[in-house]
């Protein structure tokens, strides 16, 4: 089970442009999104660390994200 609302997803997927979105598109997505936030996560917490914090900041996230 994923831990994302679907029904956003499905608005996303179809301001991304698509008329109509299967239930498993969005539960793809979910899946997909997961396991993405887990690793920039992961990367985020590894700059907090360097920088000697223990509090996960947007700034960590902004970083990870740019390491992509």
Do not use: C, Q, W
């Amino acid at each position: 089970m994923t831990e994302l609302p679907l029904t956003p997803l499905g608005r996303i997927i179809k301001n991304g442009g698509a008329e109509r979105v299967s239930d498993d598109a969005k539960v793809e997505l979910s899946a997909i999104l997961e396991e993405e936030a887990a690793h920039i996560t992961k990367l985020a917490l590894e700059n907090a660390k360097e920088n000697g914090r223990k509090t996960l900041k947007a700034e960590d996230i902004a970083v990870a994200y740019k390491k992509l």
